[in-house]
C-alpha cells in the first residue's frame, strides 16, 4: 500500500556510528526522506546522537521510537541479533521497516520476519546496498545476455580491516563474525552473479575467538554446473581486498569493488565482441538504496533485496557456517 503522500519520515534505530554513511547523508539529497528520529538504549544518548546530526526527535529505548504515530518507517540498526525482533516489532506497529543486513540472525528467524512481511502491507527491504547501485545491475544484465557464455565460475571476496576486537561484530551473542558482516555482501554477490543460491560444499574459518570468524571462505556448486568461491574477512592478511570475477565458456568479466562500487566504479569485459571497460557513476550506493526504499513506500515500486531474497542469503550464511563447522548465530 503506498504511502499517503510527503517524504517518507523514518527513525533510526540504534545510535549507530554508521548511520552518517548508510541513512543520514543520503538523506539530505533526497527530497522524498526525512530523518525525523533517532533511538538509544537510553535518552543522555540519544540526546546526543541527534543533536550532533540535527535530528529533531530522540527516544532513550527502541520501543518509544517504534511506538510514534508521526513516523512512517523505522531503519532496523541494532546489533545483528536484534534485527529480526525489532523488525518484527515495527511491522505490529505498522511500519514500513529498512533493515540493516544480515536481515537477522540465522534463516529461519528470516523466514518468520518474511511471512510476517507478506501477510502486511508494508515496505521490508534488507539494506544490501550494493545491489541498488547501476553497476551491479550492470553486470546482471551482461550475465543475462549470454555474452559470456555458459557460466564457470564466480568467485566473490570482501576483506576489509577491522581490528577493534570489541566490537559488536567479533560479539558472537550479538550475531558477531565475518560471514555474517562482509559474508552478507558476498553471498549475496554469489547469489546475483551466480544466477541462483548455490550449495555450499565445503568452508574453512579462521577464528578471533571461539565460534567468532574473523576470516571465512568456502567453495561452491551451483545447479547450472557452475562452481565458485566465496570469501571475506574482518582482520586477515589481506587486509583489505575486494573483487568479483564472472567467468563463462565465452567471456570473463571483472568488478574491483563490488561491495562498493562507487568507490571504483568500472566493470572489466572480455568476449566475442573485444576488451572494454565500462564507467558508472561515484553516486553512493546507500543513496541509490535509500531511493529505492523511498520509490516502494511512496509509489509501491519493487525493490529487489525482498524478505525472501534474505531468507536465501541468511541460508547461505547458515550452511557456509555448518560446513565451516560452527554454530549457526541466534536472536536475542
Given at each position: 500500500m503506498p504511502h499517503d503522500g510527503g517524504p517518507v519520515r523514518i527513525g533510526i534505530l540504534g545510535a549507530s556510528s554508521f548511520a552518517p554513511t548508510t541513512i543520514i547523508n543520503p538523506a539530505k539529497e533526497n527530497a522524498e526522506v526525512v530523518v525525523a528520529a533517532a533511538a538509544s538504549?537510553?535518552?543522555?544518548s540519544a540526546d546526543e546522537f541527534a543533536a550532533k546530526y540535527g535530528i529533531s526527535k530522540a527516544y532513550g529505548s527502541y520501543e518509544a521510537l517504534i511506538d510514534d504515530p508521526d513516523l512512517d518507517a523505522i531503519y532496523v540498526l541494532v546489533p545483528?541479533?536484534?534485527?529480526?525482533?525489532?523488525?518484527?516489532?515495527?511491522?505490529?506497529?505498522?511500519?514500513?521497516?529498512?533493515?540493516e543486513k544480515p536481515f537477522t540472525a540465522n534463516a529461519a528467524e528470516a523466514r518468520e520476519v518474511a511471512e510476517l512481511a507478506a501477510k502486511s502491507d508494508r515496505v521490508v527491504m534488507e539494506a544490501i546496498q550494493f545491489r541498488h547501485h547501476p553497476l551491479t545491475r550492470r553486470v546482471e544484465e551482461v550475465i543475462a545476455s549470454g555474452e559470456l557464455g555458459t557460466l564457470q565460475r564466480v568467485d566473490v571476496s570482501l576483506c576489509v580491516l577491522l581490528?577493534?576486537?570489541?566490537?559488536?561484530?567479533?560479539?558472537?551473542?550479538?550475531?558477531?563474525?565475518?560471514?555474517?558482516?562482509?559474508g552478507s555482501y558476498v553471498a549475496n554477490m554469489a547469489r546475483t552473479f551466480g544466477g541462483s543460491t548455490p550449495e555450499v560444499v565445503s568452508a574453512q574459518a579462521k577464528l578471533q575467538k571461539p565460534h567468532v570468524d574473523r576470516a571465512m571462505s568456502a567453495e561452491l556448486r551451483y545447479a547450472g554446473g557452475h562452481t565458485g568461491r566465496l570469501r571475506c574477512a574482518l582482520w586477515s592478511a589481506n587486509l583489505f581486498w575486494a573483487t568479483a570475477s564472472v567467468v563463462g565458456d565465452a567471456g570473463k568479466l571483472r568488478v574491483l569493488s563490488p561491495a562498493a562500487p562507487h568507490l571504483y566504479p568500472r566493470l572489466s569485459i572480455r568476449s566475442a565482441n573485444g576488451r572494454r571497460v565500462e564507467r558508472f557513476s561515484r553516486r553512493a550506493t546507500y543513496a541509490y538504496q535509500l531511493d529505492t526504499f523511498a520509490a516502494a513506500v511512496l509509489r509501491g515500486e519493487p525493490v529487489r533485496t525482498t524478505p525472501e531474497d534474505a531468507v536465501e542469503n541468511m541460508s547461505v550464511i547458515d550452511a557456509v557456517y555448518r560446513a565451516a563447522g560452527l554454530p549457526i548465530r541466534e536472536a536475542s
Open positions: 538504549r537510553d535518552q543522555p545483528t541479533s536484534m534485527h529480526g525482533r525489532w523488525t518484527k516489532a515495527a511491522l505490529a506497529a505498522g511500519k514500513h521497516v529498512l533493515c581490528p577493534t576486537f570489541k566490537a559488536n561484530c567479533y560479539n558472537f551473542a550479538l550475531g558477531g563474525g565475518a560471514m555474517m558482516d562482509a
